[in-house]
């Protein structure tokens, strides 16, 4: 049975990756309006996994003796100053996200319930697995600049890599 704070805390984090499902989403639609095809199709592939991450979340609390509800979500930024920008955002997220996963491992051991901390396990290597991609992606953004050959080139580029992920 997991412990009240625990499933509260767990219930939080349900929001987070729902409110991340959500900005991913609101990002790929403003790319999709933009013309940017591929960071669209990217981006929309990830909304998926994140609402993925939220179910796991919900699975495993109510298997534990918990109650997965779902809360009230604050509506996403709905529009971007560039591709470069938006990738900036995502990344940002992404390491606040992580850091969100820490604290719960981190409470995990507080109460001694290693199996939550195991469960857990999947998260920190997922995040590790988010923030190096969004790396390498921002990178390429950095590099890229404002040159519009370049940008075509990563929203092709990003576009293939949403169709190997699937
Ligand atoms: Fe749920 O992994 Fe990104 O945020």
Redesign the pocket.
Do not use: D, G, K, T
């Given at each position: 049975m997991i412990s009240k704070d625990l499933e509260k805390a767990i219930n939080e984090q349900i929001k987070?990756?729902e409110q991340?499902?959500r900005i991913?989403m609101a990002m790929a639609s403003w790319c999709e309006a933009e013309g940017y095809e591929g960071a669209a199709k990217f981006l929309y592939t990830?909304s998926d996994?994140?609402r993925q991450?939220?179910l796991k979340f919900v699975y495993y609390l109510n298997d534990r003796g918990g109650h997965a509800q779902l809360q009230k979500v604050e509506e996403p930024d709905a529009k971007f100053k560039s591709l470069g920008d938006l990738f900036e955002e995502v990344m940002k997220?992404?390491q606040?996200?992580?850091k969100e996963?820490d604290k719960l491992v981190d409470l995990a051991y507080k109460e001694k319930d290693h199996a939550t901390a195991n469960f857990l396990q999947w998260?920190v290597q997922?995040?590790i697995e988010?923030e190096s991609l969004f790396s390498s992606i921002l990178d390429k953004f950095r590099l890229a600049g404002d040159h519009k050959g370049a940008l075509y080139h990563l929203d092709r580029e990003l576009g293939q890599r949403a169709t190997a992920h699937q």
């Open positions: 987070v990756e991340s499902s991913y990830h996994e994140e991450h939220m997220h992404e606040f996200v992580s996963i998260y997922e995040q988010e």
